[in-house]
């Protein structure tokens, strides 16, 4: 973990929890591993608040307890998941993807069970369906029904799956609300690693749930309110079946989507459509039987591929046939032939397909940021691996002053080394081969900090435009409030307008400025994450392939 | 008996002057010491080299070194006749300058070749120069650095930089409309090749075009005014694959096809790249560049920086 990563576990706490688990969160972040009383003592934070921090990170899977290093009689141990941490910043991505994946309903969903941590199948569906209902037309409802199958269908996809075994989840209460006496949780097993290693990950519970989403009535109607929060108690208590068994979201197969979206796109904007839906319906077929960190797909033929090609394509045989072979013959490899049997049998490069995009995010981030003659000389010595100064300016033609000068601009901002050769012992500078180099996993890595740190700045800077503006946005929230409430009483039009006129032009205009910066910086956040889980998967791909 | 002895010596020394001579013209690439001893086994050693000094000294023979010992050549009576009138350092520099072909030397080199102080060699090189014997040529490599060779030779390509260079500068320009032409001949092609609607096979293969296509678009064009070589053309095609903008295969062709050099083909295509801009760089954290000098609370921070403010009005 970094210093910019540890920046960013922060401000995304802090945006997210609030400023205490921030504080407790950073400091566990720092320290590593703490026990309890060592966290709350070292915080200057009460007990008591120390423990709640807890139980919201642990309850979001962000943090991860056990016995500790003086063996199961000592304190349990408390540390966090900085990368789970960093998952935060994607979820608007995530909640994007199972809305076009499954629409508004899968959408809420994932949000609500991203907002919660985890959650009871039954309580999500409650909870969406009423939320359905609410943006619904009046006098319409939304059926648990459709939640239900929804959610099954996530389910069935892996995009959720339950939380690891009760018996450990059991124990996580016991330690957060009990940890006085640490020997009670003496005998916890630690948190298996993988949900996937339970049995019935995957597996729906059976619920006896049916009926319609509900409406939230009107303020006014206090009686029907009290009557209706009575009966929400009835409701909760209601036994469904499926207690005890909470669900959560499987990022590792959001991500396979998105690496799989990343390569598609790649190979539609190198080749063409056609290709890039063949490459879809490769990965398609391969999604359930290749391994996630495989470095390829597992082998299909090219008469199954035919087979599961979407009809409306309509790609004849032969068609396919060479459409394969083109892919075959590109240059990125993104797919490869890997025997002859059954019309070809062929596979997807997915480290290789990572690579390339990795390089080619690289190449973008130095043309953009040093003009396309320096990213001609990055380029180059990607391709030639090592090449003196001259060389540089021969193959990139480039006059040698501004090759010079672009070549020590890059050397300085780490994106390219330097490697001496000297001749003789003693490095004398005339005796001695200077040859430059693109070493592309460190490069990658530095690039990664470097967007670490500038969602970072983005955060900030939307928390300073936030603060800067707080006594607007106070005001025009008391406004709204206040026009809501006098059209429930059915007031006058002249007096709504008397009491929307409170906000001054200039200050609405301000209001309008800031909402625009928010939007701009929101969804640069967005793309730079973008980037990040680019090269966050191509550095996971390199080192699970050594 | 003395005056009689003398006078046959000398007789010998002449037949067997001509006898070297006659062995040299035989063998033009030169003799060896060996090669006379053979040929002439009654001769004592003495008057052998007697002989071959005498050659050496009025500039008849050569005397070279090379990995099995010395050699002795013939020198063209071309150059001897060049060289009348000019005295024997002239006459060193003269070779040394030749031997360095059409490379050319530097006149320190001569110095430590030639062992004359660099005074004399200048005077020299300035003699002949002005009797057009010799010429100097500015190198790319250093514009100051000036190197000579014989008149009549061609400067190498590693002298004058090749086509690229007028007057010891490299035309950085021309190589930029060079390059942006042969991307605009490359990309309309295989944009024709993608709305021929012909089968993805027939597209990708006529989307390529071989290094002699594009030599000739360019010839065709006449935007070069100098002569350029099909070599000139591939390392113009070659900065635009380190674009990212174009690919290269190598196929293997019959000899004698046009544009085939070795047996092989050099086809080139247009491409497109396989990412948008990538999120990083839409940002101005991105570009920034005081990005490193950039914390919370510093001189420059994000909250009071004036890039994002702008960005951010923009």
């Known amino acids: 973990m970094t210093a910019q990563e540890a920046r960013l576990c922060g401000l995304l706490l802090r945006e997210h929890f609030g400023e205490v688990v921030e504080k407790v969160g950073v400091h566990l972040l720092r320290s590593g591993t703490l026990n309890l009383r060592a966290l709350a003592h070292e915080t200057s934070t009460s007990l008591d608040l120390v423990k709640k921090c807890l139980c919201v990170l642990v309850q979001h899977g962000m943090s991860k307890f056990g016995p500790g290093r003086r063996g199961p009689a000592g304190p349990v141990e408390y540390q966090i998941n900085c990368e789970r941490v960093l998952y935060m910043l994607r979820y608007p991505r995530y909640i994007y993807m199972a809305k076009s994946l499954y629409g508004d309903t899968g959408e809420l969903v994932v949000e609500e069970i991203l907002q919660r941590g985890q959650m009871t199948m039954s309580s999500v569906v409650r909870t969406v369906a009423d939320r359905l209902t609410q943006n619904m037309e009046d006098g319409q409802s939304m059926d648990y029904n459709e939640v239900i199958n929804a959610f099954s269908n996530l389910v069935e996809t892996h995009f959720l799956q339950r939380c690891p075994p009760v018996d450990s989840l059991g124990a996580t209460v016991t330690t957060t609300s009990s940890s006085g006496t640490p020997e009670s949780s003496a005998n916890t097993t630690p948190q298996s690693a993988q949900p996937e290693s339970h049995p019935d990950c995957y597996k729906l519970p059976q619920i006896h749930l049916s009926g319609r989403g509900k409406r939230r009535r009107s303020s006014g109607d206090a009686e029907a309110n009290d009557r209706r929060a009575k009966r929400a108690k009835l409701e909760n208590t209601e036994v469904c079946g499926d207690e005890g068994i909470y669900w959560q979201v499987n990022f590792e197969r959001f991500h396979l989507h998105f690496r799989h979206q990343a390569i598609i796109s790649a190979v539609a904007s190198k080749l063409d459509q056609t290709s890039s839906e063949i490459v879809r319906t490769m990965l398609r077929m391969s999604e359930v039987t290749t391994p996630a960190t495989a470095a390829y797909t597992q082998a299909v033929s090219a008469n199954e591929i035919f087979r599961a090609l979407p009809p409306s394509y309509n790609i004849a045989r032969p068609i396919l046939d060479q459409y394969l072979t083109l892919l075959v013959d590109d240059p990125m490899e993104f797919v490869g032939k890997t025997g002859d049997s059954g019309g070809g049998m062929y596979v997807v490069n997915l480290h290789r397909a990572l690579a390339n995009l990795a390089r080619a995010t690289l190449e973008s981030v130095v043309q953009e940021r040093f003009g396309s003659r320096s990213a001609r000389i990055f380029r180059l010595l990607l391709r030639k691996k090592h090449l003196e100064q001259k060389q540089v300016e021969d193959f990139a033609m480039i006059p040698a002053k501004e090759a010079k000068d672009m070549l020590y601009t890059l050397l300085s901002e780490n994106l390219v080394q330097l490697q001496e050769i000297p001749k003789t012992p003693d490095h004398a500078p005339s005796r001695t081969f200077y040859l430059y180099t693109v070493n592309q996993l460190p490069t990658a890595r530095l690039l990664l900090q470097n967007c670490y740190k500038a969602v970072s700045n983005l955060i900030e800077r939307r928390l300073f435009e936030t603060k800067e503006n707080k006594r607007h946005l106070e005001k025009s929230q008391r406004i709204e409030a206040i026009l809501a409430s006098l059209q429930a009483s059915g007031a006058e039009t002249a007096q709504l307008a008397e009491v929307e006129e409170m906000i001054t032009a200039p200050e609405r205009q301000q209001l309008e400025a800031l909402r625009h910066h928010i939007n701009k910086l929101d969804s640069s956040e967005n793309q730079v994450d973008e980037t990040i889980f680019l090269i966050e998967s191509y550095i996971n791909s390199a080192a699970s392939s050594r | ?314």
Request: contains cysteine; proline residues 3%.
């Open chain 2, 1 to 314: 008996m003395t005056d009689v002895k003398v006078k046959k010596e000398s007789t010998d020394v002449v037949d067997i002057e001509n006898r070297i001579k006659e062995l040299c013209q035989q063998f033009p690439q030169g003799i060896t010491d060996q090669v006379i001893q053979n040929d002439m086994p009654h001769v004592e050693a003495q008057q052998r080299a007697m002989a071959i000094n005498r050659l050496l000294s009025v500039g008849q023979l050569d005397l070279l070194r090379n990995s099995n010992g010395l050699l002795y050549r013939l020198k063209d009576t071309q150059s001897a006749s060049k060289m009348k009138g000019s005295d024997n350092q002239e006459k060193l520099v003269y070779q040394i300058i030749e031997d360095a072909g059409n490379k050319g030397i530097w006149s320190r080199d001569i110095r430590y070749k030639s062992n004359l102080p660099l005074t004399e060699i200048n005077k020299i090189l300035k003699n002949l120069e002005s009797k057009k014997l010799i010429k100097a040529v500015k190198s790319v490599a250093a514009s100051k650095k000036k190197v000579y060779m014989l008149y009549n030779l061609q400067p190498d390509r590693s002298v004058t930089g090749g086509a690229w260079y007028s007057d010891q500068d490299f035309e950085s320009e021309f190589v930029e409309v060079l390059n942006q032409q042969c991307f605009k001949f490359l990309q309309s092609k295989a944009e024709a090749a993608r709305d021929s609607k012909q089968s993805p096979m027939v597209q990708r293969n006529s989307s390529f075009a071989t290094s002699y296509e594009v030599w000739k678009y360019i010839c065709e064009l006449g935007i070069s005014k100098v002569d350029l070589s099909m070599e000139d053309i591939e390392t113009i095609l070659n900065t635009l694959i380190y674009d990212g903008k174009v690919e290269m295969t190598i196929i293997a062709a019959k000899e004698g096809t046009v544009g085939c050099v070795d047996g092989q083909m050099k086809l080139y295509r247009g491409v497109n790249s396989i990412i948008q801009p990538t999120g990083l760089v839409k940002t101005p954290c991105g570009l920034c560049p005081v990005f490193d000098d950039c914390h919370e609370g510093g001189e420059i921070s994000p909250s009071t920086c004036i890039y994002m403010g702008e960005w951010l009005d923009f």
